[in-house]
């Protein structure tokens, strides 16, 4: 029964994914193509100057009802940096190819122009919550004062919970899951529970999950952030030290595999179907899904935990959060397509998700590269439940800030972090697939239509740099017009 269940859903999803996909896979380029051509590739020019603005964000915030641009950056990172980046460019090479890495590099160069727009956008209309006076804010946020559209906001914020309050978090303990079967032989159902006449399976891997995931969860963005604080830096270099001792090892076939990436890049022949069919590759699709679902750039995702800062100008968290993406997909997303494709494992299509990057491990570093890739990918998996936890409460506050709707919406996300670990991988990730497309539809076409004050900010900001300021600091005053959408005392 449940088999045929699974396949009736994951029919009626698909049904659905293949032509928001194909249309969504043309809007991000093109938006990601105009981004980065109307700020002047602000992905190049103010790189430098990002990564001195995070270095320099890591002391406490001056406002106790903000987090540290540094904690929103990790936050963000937190979400950022997990499954998509083991399990989700295993998946696109398998399938994709080798030729899946470019098409997952070149929509995370063009995504960090979108990701700036969109966090600096969300830093703009950020608001103080009436009862803890924190901030918060996000795509939901910025349709609603900056284009008079709230009716279009709740859609937009329902979206999000659907995808990172629950859909996103059962594809991060799924995986979870699936790397402690493989490495230590954990199954997914360890116990039967007798209820009723029912028998039914119960993981206890699940419910240890729930467990530490509700330990965090009720302890609101704050205790999030100095989580994120805490481990995501640590996880992530752990994981690039492993990948470049793969790397020097296998030092004499490196040129190799990237001449493999950008020759198969281009090879057209596996058609993925749809509308535009001989024109995106198969390559090409599974690059751009992973690469979008891993740094989730013009998302509207990341804003969330962006608005949550307390910074001095808007253009500050977006110059942030495009590091983000850059860290994301140039550094750890690289990372596993090493390992995979050092390997040469990715040609077995029995390995599946984190199963072949676990493979690729162990034939690179011996046996214990699996319970070594169990035990990283649980740290990223986890942060990334605890991120797009954050994400998704922000918007159950913009829709219902009352605190029993909150307290249900929590109770929720844990029943689907239990249910992810115990349903079958292909519908989880293709439930991710049709939320995240539904999302960035959303969000994509809004930041198009708020690109006007987008420039305003950057002009404001670039021009006090070119003056000498070393922190800029923007004052709404001298924007009459901008001062009337934006809804709170701020700025």
Same mark, same amino acid.
């Given at each position: ?129 009436? !009862? ?12 609603? =004062?900056?284009?008079? !559209? ?15 309050? *629950? &859909? ?8 979870? /899951?699936?790397?402690?079967? =493989? ?8 116990? &039967? ?37 805490? *481990? ?15 790397? #020097? ?38 690059? /751009?899904?992973?690469?979008? *679902? ?7 995702? #990341? ?54 990057? @676990?493979?690729?491990?162990?034939? =690179? ?31 159950? @506050?913009? /829709? ?10 929590? /109770? ?51 021009? !006090? ?8 600091? *923007? ?17």
């Amino acid at each position: 029964m449940n088999e045929q269940l699974n396949t009736t859903l994951m029919s009626w999803v698909q049904f659905l994914n293949d032509p928001l996909w194909n249309f969504l896979i043309v809007l991000l380029i093109l938006v990601g193509v105009f981004f980065t051509l109307i700020t002047g590739f602000v992905q190049l020019r103010l790189l430098c100057h990002s990564l001195w603005v995070m270095k320099s964000s890591r002391k406490e915030s001056k406002d106790d009802h903000g987090i540290t641009p540094f904690q929103a950056f990790v936050t963000g990172l937190a979400s950022r940096v997990g499954v998509g980046n083991v399990a989700g460019v295993a998946i696109a090479i398998a399938i994709g190819g080798p030729g899946a890495v470019f098409w997952m590099w070149f929509v995370a160069f063009l995504g960090m122009s979108s990701a700036f727009v969109e966090s600096s956008l969300a830093q703009l209309f950020k608001i103080r919550d009436n !009862q803890n006076k924190q901030f918060r804010g996000g795509p939901a946020y910025y349709i609603t =004062q900056g284009l008079k !559209q709230k009716w279009l906001g709740v859609v937009f914020a329902l979206t999000l919970i659907l995808a990172y309050g *629950f &859909v996103f978090n059962a594809v991060q303990s799924n995986s979870i /899951i699936s790397a402690t079967s =493989q490495a230590w032989g954990w199954d997914k159902a360890n116990f &039967v529970l007798a209820l009723g006449g029912f028998n039914l399976e119960v993981s206890w891997v699940g419910l240890v999950l729930v467990i530490l995931t509700a330990l965090i969860i009720f302890g609101g963005i704050k205790r999030i952030a100095k989580v994120a604080e805490s *481990f995501v830096p640590f996880m992530a270099i752990l994981y690039l030290i492993v990948a470049l001792y793969i790397a #020097a090892i296998n030092y004499t076939i490196i040129p190799d595999i990237f001449a493999l990436i950008f020759t198969k890049a281009f090879a057209f022949d596996a058609a993925a179907g749809g509308f535009f069919g001989s024109m995106i590759s198969m390559a090409m699709m599974q690059g /751009i899904k992973r690469g979008l *679902f891993s740094n989730e750039a013009g998302m509207g995702s #990341a804003p969330n935990a962006a608005a949550a800062s307390d910074v001095k100008h808007p253009v500050n968290q977006g110059l942030v959060q495009m590091l983000g993406v850059f860290v994301d997909t140039f550094i750890v997303c690289s990372c596993t397509a090493i390992i995979i494709l050092a390997s040469g494992l990715y040609h077995d299509a029995g390995f599946e998700g984190v199963a072949l990057t @676990q493979r690729a491990l162990e034939s =690179q570093i011996g046996s214990w590269g699996s319970s070594f890739l169990a035990l990283i990918l649980f740290l990223f998996a986890f942060s990334s439940i605890i991120g797009n936890y954050a994400y998704a409460e922000s918007n159950v @506050q913009f /829709i219902n800030n009352h605190p029993k709707i909150l307290f249900v919406f929590r /109770i929720l996300v844990l029943v689907m972090v239990y249910l992810g670990a115990i349903m079958s991988v292909p519908l989880v990730w293709s439930m991710a697939d049709l939320s995240m497309g539904l999302m960035a539809t959303i969000n994509l076409i809004a930041i198009l239509l708020l690109t006007p004050i987008l420039l305003v900010l950057l002009k404001d900001y670039t021009s !006090q740099l070119k003056n000498g300021v070393k922190e800029p600091e *923007f004052k709404i005053d001298q924007y009459p017009e901008l001062k009337k959408k934006v809804d709170s005392d701020i700025w």
